[in-house]
């Protein structure tokens, strides 16, 4: 499971690298590199500044309640002025206006406002503006934000519009692939928390439904069923939701662990790490002046402590020997080095303008997918376990109901097995009958031939009357050298040819390799349970009369007991 998080870390690792050189087809564009920048009032018109307002050095200031203009010169930037498509990657303002300017004069305008980007928005949280292609080449394009949030968070590439929409539609696809996943792992994981009740399945079934949501607005796909999210509304929730993901994520990390796995201290202060990551997600969600730069670092010095934090607590409780940290750090191993490497890494221009949204949102998937196998995983282990633990549990009760010497049922098993031929006797006037068996003359082969001997005769005996025993007939060893059997559905003649047939089969044994051509013969009483007398030790008693009349009259036979026959109270000859 280790081999696993490494080798899916650095394949995620990798794939940030590779994925370069597939955006070469869009150039990021930045600010006093590639664009210059000019600030008005929000009344200004449509009409870009002149060209003297606009600098090339320095930050824009005091625009988050006006209007940031962006100016771009394709051909000083070392873009196709014939072909050119802008990409932003940021929706936190109220209004988008992008001028196109063409050398013979000619001025294109396109705009998406909040709530309404039309036909311009993309998968991954994009809006795209299309330089429509005309004989002449574009000579400026510029943009005009009204009540940007941040120019730090903004970004913006330039690309053919064959390589944006190719682009556009790889990231599309990924998307879709890494929600399909989520939701997947969030219904499992929710059904899973319901079967077996277990808390920290729950609140990670919550932080998957959040981190789900979040991806549906962050990447825009919501807008197919709700136009009306884009925008500043829809990024702002996506900041909430983000931070409340790190928090459900915390809690669900560190929720299984009891005192004896995790020290009380460290995962209160953990819980109280990932609570303030979500109580500032609030103010960061709102605020659209400067404060949300200061906020965003402080955000990020949170999430980054929570991550380490999580990782010591997953760390102790699995040296302390929690299985479930085992499964925790192999499932959170990929999200959290995902997420700690967007904090250092620049990751905004891969995977197709995704950037770290994306990267987080595999990971993401990756995880709650981990997470659900694992816990199946340890869900099936303890039904093999619990499987086993009955299974043992049957061999225990069967043991004790078997004699250990021929494995016929004991006097308990022989009870609990006739008990329902006895009900249904009673039920349905089935017939019903006991026979008590006893080998004959049987203290002369245990002094003659020893106990060895005596014992391997038992068991020969035992051997033939199992192939008796079924669902109409219970056979067993009562102690000592006396059998029973029990069957129903035989009465008259029938039931008297069995008797005879048994005690014929029985003398018929072979145990001349034992005692020789000494005759091992049995004596069988017989009782049937009439309307009055289906209680077994009834029966018994009635059988065992006849048993002892069978060996009074001379041995090898079968004696059967009449209803109205009295129960002998004789005792029965020492040697039988």
């Known amino acids: 499971m280790r081999g696993a998080s490494a080798i899916a870390f650095c394949l995620l690792f990798g794939a940030i ?21 000019a600030v008005t009032a929000l009344d200004h018109d449509d009409t870009p500044p002149a060209g003297r307002r606009f600098s090339c050095t320095g930050e824009p200031s005091g ?20 072909d050119l498509t802008l990409m932003i990657h940021q929706t936190r303002f109220d209004r988008a206006v992008l001028v196109f300017r063409y050398a013979d004069g000619t001025v294109v305008r396109q705009q998406v406002v909040g709530g309404d980007f039309g036909s311009h928005w993309r998968a991954g949280g994009q809006v795209a503006f299309e330089a429509p292609q005309r004989a002449a080449p574009v000579r400026a394009a510029t943009i005009r934000f009204d009540k940007l949030a941040s120019h730090r968070l903004l970004r913006i590439r330039a690309a053919t519009s064959g390589a944006a929409e190719v682009q556009s539609a790889s990231l599309a696809m990924l998307i879709g692939a890494a929600l399909t996943l989520l939701l997947i792992g969030v219904l499992y994981n929710v059904s899973l928390a319901i079967a077996v009740r277990r808390r920290f399945l729950a609140w990670h079934a919550g932080w998957a439904a959040s981190v789900l949501i979040w991806g549906f607005l962050w990447s825009q796909l919501v807008l197919v069923l709700a136009p009306g999210l884009a925008g500043t509304a829809s990024a702002q929730t996506c900041t909430f939701l983000a931070c409340l993901a790190v928090t459900l994520a915390t809690i669900s990390a560190v929720s299984p662990f009891d005192s004896h796995h995790l020290p009380r201290i460290a995962r209160m202060s953990t819980l109280a790490l990932g609570l303030a990551v979500g109580l500032i997600g609030i103010p960061a969600a709102l605020v659209r002046g400067p404060a949300i730069g200061p906020l965003g670092a402080v955000l990020g010095v949170l999430v980054l402590a929570d991550l380490l934090a999580v990782a010591v607590c997953l760390a102790c409780a699995w040296r302390r020997g929690s299985a479930e940290a085992r499964d925790l750090a192999a499932a959170w191993s990929v999200p959290m080095a995902a997420l700690g490497l967007t904090q250092f890494v620049d990751v905004e221009s891969t995977l197709w303008g995704g950037g770290s949204q994306l990267l987080v949102l595999f990971a993401s998937a990756w995880q709650t997918l981990w997470l ?5 995983r340890r869900l099936a282990r303890l039904r093999i376990e619990r499987d086993r633990a009955r299974a043992a549990e049957a061999r225990a009760s069967e043991l004790a109901s078997r004699d250990p010497l021929t494995g016929l049922n004991n006097r308990r098993g022989f009870f609990e097995r006739i ?4 009900d249904r006797a009673q039920a349905d006037a089935t017939p019903l009958a006991l026979l008590v068996l006893d080998i004959d003359r049987f203290k ?34 009562l102690g000592g050298e006396e059998f029973a059997l029990m069957i129903a559905g035989l009465s008259g003649f029938a039931l ?29 009483g017989v009782a049937t349970a009439g309307p009055a007398a289906r209680d077994f030790q009834q029966l018994y008693q009635r059988a065992d009369g006849a048993l002892y009349a069978a060996k009074q009259n001379g041995r090898d036979r079968v004696v059967h007991a009449r209803p109205e026959d009295r129960i002998a109270t004789e005792p029965l000859l020492a040697n039988r």
């Open 372 to 376: 659900s196998i694992a816990a199946t």
């Open 496 to 524: 008297a040819h069995f008797a005879d047939n048994v005690r014929r089969e029985i003398a018929a044994c072979d145990h001349q390799a034992l005692v020789g051509s000494q005759r091992v013969t049995v004596s069988i």
């Open 419 to 422: 008990a329902p031929l006895l």
């Open 63 to 82: 625009y988050q309640q006006q209007s940031l203009w962006l100016r771009l010169d394709p051909a000083r930037a070392g873009l196709d002025p014939d």
């Open 444 to 477: 002369a082969i245990n002094d003659v031939h020893g106990h060895d001997t005596g014992d391997a005769v038992i068991v020969t005996i035992a051997e033939r009357l199992s192939r008796w025993d079924g669902p109409m007939c219970v056979t067993a060893r």
């Open 17 to 37: 690298l590779l994925v370069r050189p597939t955006d070469a087809g869009a150039k990021p564009l930045q600010l006093n590199r590639s664009l210059c920048h």
